[in-house]
């Protein structure tokens, strides 16, 4: 019985109740909630304005109704908890809308529908019709929307995009079935919105303003409701949004964050945005609204910094300030500034290798000198002592002046193809400085030997990525080596023409090597190489003619060509292409399905990773891991038919679609993680690689961990690619947990000749350039350079078959790495572009979109004098307001001007 008295407790009037004295577990009198005579009143008194509502009366109606709606307006302005008179009339709002049902039209009912659509924010529960609140907003007075108050807009605008959503459907349901669909069926949703965005944007609400537009595809308004207080959060979040949006919506917010930029006069942040769009109209047009003569330059920084190549002899475009804009977008004066950094961090003395080494640190064994394989050891040399002393023109191998006359070049105490790579490593060791390294390199050209007339071709190439000269020496000096006979001078040629001209879309290229894609006569080697070429030069162009040829070629080769690891660059070729482009690759997708089968789901896969790359693209991700779960018995006729190789690719894939942004790359390594598990050993032996692209130059701690227990895998190849992937972490890095990985590592294979040679090529990669480079293709937050991963892809797919090209004859293919290399640093210069030492803060950027106020954009800082380092991650903020920088994104080299405002400090 006394549980029964419980259950009907509820019942009991309220004077009963409050004598009934209830008690807790502990025997203790529980004080419960009774109303205060000041809300009692409110209840009393609202119920009675109800009551008046219903009355016939149209004069006391409409009092009553005045009565309400300022009761309820005054409690709304804030919403921290349900307020008092929503609480107190929700009993009552079956009967105001039964009420609103009878009464005719006119302006009480108006007045009701605006009360009842308040009250049903908090009443009305999800149908397949239009929302409650919506409903009656939509029937009720067209007065100011935000005077009810901030949630109640957010509400309507969360119903505004389902129903808007749901109207669609009915819609496209309803053309199906042949029956006419109205235009004006959504305008009445449309006139809210145009109330709801500008109260959100003069409320600091940008990104629900946003949002809003997204749901109901009217995103292209927003601009004019930007102003200069607004502009700044609102483009912020636009960026962030196209990362996590599906074609063309992606496109689409940052075409309208560029307009908000072009209205606000942000020139720079604007060609930032026209970057990622990858749109030459879109550069050109920012390139000519940008008047002044500081903000050009700074443009013409970004430009070299991206790889975009443009005709600035035309004068709309640079204006009088040709010469200088010029020489800076043809990245004229990086050698200049890279050696400056260098002079002023105190590293410019050069290192050998054995500095690198460091082999008498590591205990127990150490790997011999020369009894182990003295050639692979010396090429290893070579590798490493170009990586380190990269762009400082000057080593103890390749430069130093011979100390007798009966000394051997250091070129000559490689084998064969060891010479190639030899004499490519002095066009690393001067890279960039275009002028004083032709002639030293000039002399080889001219060799008896061809590994070394190869090797000095590849070496003009590596000498002159990122740099264009107007006299345009690579091309004169690689062009008639193209058809030479010997296979080798032919693949340097060929090689070095691609990382000259990567990412320039030169047409003379396409004249030269689509010829030669197409003639059958030509090796595989050489025919993958020149598709490759193709496809770094014009990366993401998706050009036709070059698309034609390759097609072309690889429906005319054989199929031992195809399934050859280098004639496979050929896919990576047409991939590269296509980089970014997304859905226009479908086309090209359905010629190379008609391929044999074992290679046609690999060019596919590879085709689609490319042209989904930073896409962020879910459902290819799901595709790709799809291809990953396929469990290919070696013994099956599906692996006699298909093969196993696509499901490295697929792997790649995953990485390269989630390049974009920072949340996808850490649920793709914990994917990675699944997949080491549960993977076949093909999968298995493509995860490091793909670890290494998510991190490149970015030695996260879980990352590093991973690669370091794959290097002791069982499976050799999956520890040759974990040895690589460790040194493409760390590149540029000078990490010091990473080189002690690998100084263990390396006592640990001392037997192993090429897991030895991986090693001290990783070795390398950690101390390149002495700390001073990068190779991650991320800069400027997050903006990705193609021509840096075009280069990184190159390398990281011929890795793919490693026993086949970097432990075979074909170890060149590193030299790859070559185009996504530059500087890590900031360098300041003054209006005259002379380096200005300022005070700068470098710390850990923070992800401040959407955030409230002004938050702090950099955490952990210290402050240094410029020029600094600036690793994958950081973050620069000037420390003193005695300058502006002409750019709010502090990386590579900024152009600071006098703030006329600053006040110098008076001393005490």
């Not at 003569?293 to 991206?306: D, G, P, T, V």
């Not at 000498?463 to 091309?475: F, Q």
């Not at 030069?537 to 050859?564: K, S, Y």
């Not at 001392?750 to 390149?768: C, I, N, W």
Request: glycine share 6%; hydrophobic share 40%.
């Amino acid at each position: 019985m006394a549980e029964d008295k419980k259950l009907k407790q509820p019942d009991v009037p309220a004077k009963a109740e409050s004598t009934a004295v209830k008690k807790g577990k502990d025997g203790k009198p529980i004080v419960e909630d009774e109303l205060s005579e000041e809300d009692a009143e409110l209840k009393n008194n609202l119920e009675m304005l109800v009551e008046r509502v219903k009355e016939s009366n149209l004069g006391v109606q409409n009092t009553a109704l005045e009565a309400l709606r300022k009761e309820i307006r005054t409690s709304t302005s804030s919403m921290t908890s349900v307020p008092k008179p929503l609480k107190f009339l929700r009993p009552h709002y079956d009967g105001l809308k039964e009420v609103f049902g009878r009464w005719p039209s006119g302006a009480n009912k108006t007045l009701l529908a605006d009360v009842i659509s308040l009250l049903a924010m908090t009443m009305s529960k999800p149908s397949d019709e239009t929302p409650e609140s919506l409903k009656y907003r939509l029937l009720g007075s067209a007065e100011e929307i935000g005077s009810w108050g901030h949630e109640y807009v957010r509400n309507l605008a969360g119903e505004i995009g389902s129903d808007y959503q749901r109207r669609q459907a009915l819609a496209s349901s309803a053309a199906k079935e042949g029956k006419d669909v109205s235009k004006d069926d959504m305008a009445d949703l449309l006139g809210l919105v145009e109330q709801i965005v500008p109260f959100h944007m003069l409320n600091n609400a940008e990104p629900e303003a946003v949002d809003l537009l997204l749901e109901v595809e009217s995103l292209s308004s927003l601009a004019a409701h930007c102003d200069a207080n607004n502009y700044s959060r609102t483009c912020q979040y636009l960026l962030s949004c196209s990362a996590y949006l599906p074609e063309p919506e992606d496109s689409q917010c940052l075409e309208v964050a560029y307009e908000i930029y072009l209205n606000m006069k942000k020139y720079p942040e604007a060609m930032r945005v026209a970057l990622r769009l990858s749109c030459i109209a879109t550069i050109e047009r920012t390139l000519v609204k940008c008047k002044d003569k500081l903000e050009k330059r700074q443009l013409a920084f970004m430009l070299a910094r991206q790889g975009v190549v443009m005709n600035l002899e035309d004068p709309t475009l640079v204006g009088e300030d040709q010469e200088v804009v010029q020489e800076i977008a043809t990245n004229s004066k990086l050698s200049e500034h890279y050696l400056a950094l260098a002079r002023d961090l105190d590293v410019m003395e050069a290192k050998t290798p054995e500095d690198i080494y460091k082999s008498h640190l590591v205990e127990g064994r150490t790997p011999s000198n020369t009894a182990t394989d003295s050639a692979r050891h010396n090429l290893a040399t070579t590798f490493v002592n170009a990586f380190v002393n990269a762009g400082f023109g000057h080593d103890k191998l390749m430069t130093a002046a011979p100390e007798s006359s009966t000394e051997v070049s250091w070129i000559f105490k490689n084998k064969e193809h060891g010479k190639m790579s030899a004499t490519a490593s002095l066009g690393m060791v001067l890279m960039w400085d275009v002028e004083g390294g032709l002639p030293q390199i000039d002399k080889y050209l001219y060799s008896t030997d061809n590994h070394v007339v190869a090797g000095a071709l590849l070496s003009v190439g590596v000498l002159n990525t990122w740099v264009r000269n107007e006299c345009d020496p690579a091309y004169a000096l690689l062009y008639d080596s193209v058809s030479k006979e010997n296979a080798a001078v032919r693949i340097g040629a060929i090689q070095g023409l691609g990382l000259a001209y990567a990412g320039t879309a030169k047409e003379d290229v396409a004249e030269l090597l689509c010829p030669l894609v197409c003639d059958e006569a030509n090796n595989a080697d050489v025919f993958g190489f020149a598709a490759l070429t193709l496809g770094l030069v014009f990366v993401g162009t998706a050009h036709p003619g070059c698309t034609e040829a390759i097609c072309q070629a690889l429906l005319a080769r054989p199929e031992a060509d195809l399934e050859n690891p280098l004639g496979r660059l050929a896919f990576l070729g047409l991939g590269l292409l296509f980089l970014k482009k997304q859905a226009a690759v479908e086309a090209t997708v359905e010629i190379i399905k008609t391929l044999n089968p074992k290679v046609a789901m690999y060019a596919q896969l590879v085709l689609e990773s490319c042209a989904y790359c930073g896409s962020g693209n879910v459902l290819k991700v799901q595709q790709f891991l799809s291809a990953c779960s396929e469990h290919i018995d070696k013994e099956s006729d599906e692996y006699n038919t298909h093969g196993d190789s696509h499901q490295g690719v697929a792997v790649m894939g995953i990485a390269l679609v989630a390049l974009a942004e920072e949340l996808g790359a850490e649920m793709a390594v914990r994917t990675m993680e699944h997949l080491l598990q549960y993977g076949e050993p093909a999968i298995r032996r493509a995860v490091p690689l793909a670890l290494a692209l998510l991190s490149v130059s970015d030695p996260k701690l879980t990352v590093c961990d991973t690669l370091g227990r794959l290097s002791h895998d069982a499976d050799e190849e999956v520890a040759m690619a974990a040895v690589l992937s460790l040194g493409l972490v760390s590149a540029g890095t000078n990490n010091a947990r990473v080189a002690s990985q690998l100084r263990q590592l390396s006592s640990y294979y001392y037997k192993e000749p090429s897991l030895l040679f991986l090693l001290r090529v990783a070795q390398g990669l950690t101390h390149m350039g002495k700390g001073l480079l990068t190779l991650n293709p991320h800069h400027s937050d997050r903006l990705l350079s193609p021509t840096a991963v075009a280069g990184l892809l190159a390398t990281m797919f011929c890795c793919l078959d490693m026993k086949a090209t970097v432990l075979a004859k074909y170890h060149h293919v590193l030299f790859y790495l070559t185009a996504a290399m530059q500087p890590r640093m900031l360098m300041t210069l003054d209006e005259d572009m002379r380096p200005l030492p300022v005070s700068v803060r470098v710390g850990q950027a923070v992800d401040v979109v959407g955030q409230a106020g002004r938050p702090k954009t950099i955490t952990g800082f210290q402050t240094h004098t410029t020029p600094v380092l600036l690793a994958t991650g950081d973050r620069a903020e000037l420390a003193t307001e005695q300058y502006i920088a002409v750019t709010p994104i502090l990386e590579g080299c900024i152009i600071l001007k006098p703030n006329p405002d600053y006040i110098a400090p008076t001393a005490a």
